[in-house]
Structures are given as C-alpha cells and as structure tokens.
C-alpha cells in the first residue's frame, strides 16, 4: 500500500511536470482566429527544439515573396489546384531550404486548402515572436521629418511612464497637417500633442 502511494504521487509530480513543460512553451501572447491556430501550433513546435527564431526568419521570407512575386503569389490562392498537388508542389519548393518545421507547416496547409493563409500565418507568428520579446510597435508622427536622435528621445519620455521592460520599434510618419508637436501610436493607445489638436481645443472653447 505504502509503495502503491509512493507511485501514485510520483505519477502526480510527473504530471505537474510535464504539465508545466508544456506551459513553458505557450506564447505569452494569446491571439485567435484561423492563422492563429496555424502560428500558435507552430509556435509551440518550434520551441519545443529550439527553433523559434529560424522559423520566424523563414515565415517572414515567405510573406515577403508572397508580396513581391506574383507567380507565388498566384500558387497560394490559386482554388483550381487540388490539395494534393499544391502540397507536393509546395514539399519540392521547400526541401532543403527550409526547416522540416516550416515545410510541415506549408504542407498542412496545402492539405487543409489555406495556403492563402500563409501571409497572415507568418504575420501571426511574428506577432507571437514581438510579444515573447518584450517588443511593442509604436508610430511617431510629425509635421517635419526627424533626426534618429530626436525621434528617440520623444520615444524614450513616451515609453518612460510605462511598466514592465518593453522594447520600442519606433516607425516615424510625416504629416504637415498636425501643424507642429508630434503623435505617438503605440498598441491601441493614442497620445495626440500637435499643434492641430491644441488649435482645435482653443476653438471648441467658449466664448466668454
């Protein structure tokens, strides 16, 4: 009896163990929707051999040639081909060039008919890749064009009032039409100090 215990509770701890391994590699970013499905499962694949990065280098190149050949671009959404087909064409195109991982991806697919989905695939993944390492998006707008320095340092006083230890990837936008002062995007928060906003402030005042 005491051994039938000691065994239950070993089984449990090995449970809890594994069950934590598994947790361990879940992207930190829970996102869903058809491509999420996609990327997350291969997200997890990739992790579990160390293969997060070199798989989101692959991804980003695919989605990149999608956008730039028409040819690639024409396979993927092409309907008419079937399934079988455009997952032999797409195993051929990949051997030896991609990770097994990546080519399993492209593969499944071909064979689920969601080919077409690869770009938003790959913009998924990466999407679960800038969350894993602390990387937020934000956009800068300005009425005049700025140095780097200068764009970073509006970027650092944004991001100083902030928790946790995000990482900024800083797009700068010219609009002349804000007048003057900048516009800050970062996720879904939007901090407006332009010239523009402030004159139309004023003009919503009252007149006394």
């Known amino acids: ?7 239950r509770t070993a089984q449990r701890a ?12 879940k992207p930190v970013l829970r996102l869903h929707g058809l491509a999420a499905r996609y990327a997350n499962a291969t997200y997890v694949a990739a992790s579990k051999v160390g293969s997060l990065e070199a798989v ?23 309907p008419l081909i079937p399934r079988n087909q455009k997952a032999d064409e797409i195993a051929k195109m990949t051997s030896g060039k991609f990770s097994l991982l990546t080519t399993n991806l492209l593969t499944t697919l071909a064979g689920n008919a969601r ?3 690869l770009p938003k695939v790959a913009a998924t ?10 990387e937020v998006d934000a956009i800068l707008i300005t009425a005049e064009e700025l140095t780097a320095k200068q ?7 944004v991001m100083a009032g902030r928790s946790g230890d995000q990482k900024v990837i800083l ?9 003057g002062g900048f516009q800050v ?16 402030d004023i003009s919503r005042m009252p007149l006394a």
Not at 151 to 157: R, V
């Open 1 to 7: 009896m005491f051994r039938y215990g000691l065994q």
């Open 14 to 25: 090995a449970g809890v163990r594994g069950f934590a391994a598994e947790a361990s590699h």
């Open 56 to 78: 989101e280098q692959e991804l980003l190149a695919l989605q990149e040639t999608a956008a730039k050949s028409a040819e690639f671009s024409a396979f993927l959404n092409n």
């Open 115 to 117: 080919l077409s989905e």
């Open 125 to 134: 993944y990466e999407k679960l890749m800038r969350a894993k390492r602390g």
């Open 151 to 157: 764009s970073k340092s509006i970027a650092d006083a």
């Open 171 to 179: 797009k700068t936008k010219v609009d002349p039409s804000i007048l």
């Open 185 to 200: 995007l970062i996720g879904d928060e939007f901090l407006d100090l332009s010239v523009k906003s402030q004159v139309e």
